[in-house]
Structure formats: structure tokens, C-alpha cells
T-cell receptor
């Protein structure tokens, strides 16, 4: 089955540690996205990538970094500079065409204490 | 930045009652998409509206796109417990898809 895999589902870290969230897709999609979800605030865009080896900042990129070395993979690193990292993180991909819908992974719930 | 305003934030209805969520943009949209997120799950694409005044139906769900392409609504007729979740609208701005804050629907049986 084609889809997007995020791992792990739950992640716990101590404050001050960097942590990397995995996102892999086998849909052959060029575009990939990272969103953060907090209660009452919907989905906010962190970073997105339209093609391999290229990515752009979204609306809340501070404290995060990404890489896009392979078409299938778009890992997100939450750095210690992110002031409020505890959240639900969703990865998504989209096929060709600006009107194509997003396909989401199951998400990673990160808790930093 | 770009914003899509969505109301209400939360609605609790009796099973069998209707439900509506609304989205508004200050700018004309090329299209609008709707997603549903079940509790504990991830957003799933429902539908896309492209044309001015467009109306689409999926069983008990009716989606509308305003004549000016600045607003949209999702109406559920005779809600069921399977309808619970958060409903999001989303609109493209350049290469980005901007989401509304979502409307949380709870259904009392």
C-alpha cells in the first residue's frame, strides 16, 4: 500500500536535546510538508519541500530544521532553540498540481519535559 | 500572513441535529479543500471546491463555495456519532496550503 509513515508515534525528550522526527513516503510525491498541531490553533506550517535538495520555511520555522536528500524522506529536527516543542507533528505529501490534496502520515506526538 | 478564518471553534450537537462550519478569507481563493480529523487521528481529505458558487454533496455532507470565492461552508444533515472529529478548511497561498483553525464536532447520542 502507498502511504506516508511517521515514526515514532510517541516521543519523549528532555529539554535541551535535539530530536529528529522521521517521515517516509512511497507515493512518489515531489512535495512534502511538516505541520505542527496545537489545540485550538489548527495546523501551522513549519517547513515544506517542493523537490529533492530544496526546501522553504513555513510560518513557524524558528527552532526547526529539515533536509530533503531523498525524494522519499523529509526528516524534521526539533532543536533546543524551539521554545515550546511539545506538540503533535504531522508530515504530509502532495502529488503534482497545485490543487492536489495533501496525504498525511499518522503523526508523532512529541513531549518535552 | 495569509489566514483562513473558521468558525465555530467547537460545536456539541444532539445526534440527528444538523451541523455547519464556515470558512472565510479576505482574498479570493483559487480553490478550497476540506479535511476531517477523527479524534487521535490525522487529517483526511474530503473534497475540493474550485468553481464560484459550487455545491458538492457526499451523502449527508454538503459543501459550498461562495460566489466571490472568499468563503465556504460544510453542512452535515442529521449528524451521527461517526461524524465526530475536527473539520478543517484549507486554501492554497502560493506553494503553501493554509489551514483554518478547525471546528471540533461532538455528537451526543
Amino acid at each position: 500500500d502507498g502511504g506516508i509513515t511517521q515514526s515514532p508515534k510517541y516521543l519523549f525528550r528532555k529539554e535541551g536535546q535535539n530530536v529528529t522526527l522521521s517521515c517516509e513516503q512511497n507515493l512518489n510525491h515531489d512535495a512534502m510538508y511538516w505541520y505542527r498541531q496545537d489545540p485550538g490553533q489548527g495546523l501551522r506550517l513549519i517547513y515544506y519541500s517542493q523537490i529533492v535538495n530544496d526546501f522553504q520555511k513555513g510560518d513557524i520555522a524558528e527552532g526547526y530544521s529539515v533536509s530533503r536528500e531523498k525524494k522519499e524522506s523529509f526528516p524534521l529536527t526539533v532543536t533546543s532553540a524551539q521554545k515550546n516543542p511539545t506538540a503533535f507533528y504531522l508530515c504530509a505529501s502532495r502529488g503534482t498540481g497545485m490543487n492536489s490534496p495533501l496525504h498525511f502520515g499518522n503523526g508523532t506526538r512529541l513531549t518535552v519535559t | 500572513g495569509q489566514q483562513v478564518m473558521q468558525i465555530p471553534q467547537y460545536q456539541h450537537v444532539q445526534e440527528g441535529e444538523d451541523f455547519t462550519t464556515y470558512c472565510n478569507s479576505s482574498t479570493t481563493l483559487s480553490n478550497i479543500q476540506w479535511y476531517k480529523q477523527r479524534p487521535g487521528g490525522h487529517p483526511v481529505f474530503l473534497i475540493q471546491l474550485v468553481k464560484s458558487g459550487e455545491v458538492k454533496k457526499q451523502k449527508r455532507l454538503t459543501f459550498q463555495f461562495g460566489e466571490a470565492k472568499k468563503n465556504s461552508s460544510l453542512h452535515i444533515t442529521a449528524t451521527q456519532t461517526t461524524d465526530v472529529g475536527t473539520y478543517f478548511c484549507a486554501a492554497p497561498y502560493g506553494n503553501k496550503l493554509v489551514f483554518g483553525a478547525g471546528t471540533i464536532l461532538r455528537v451526543k447520542s
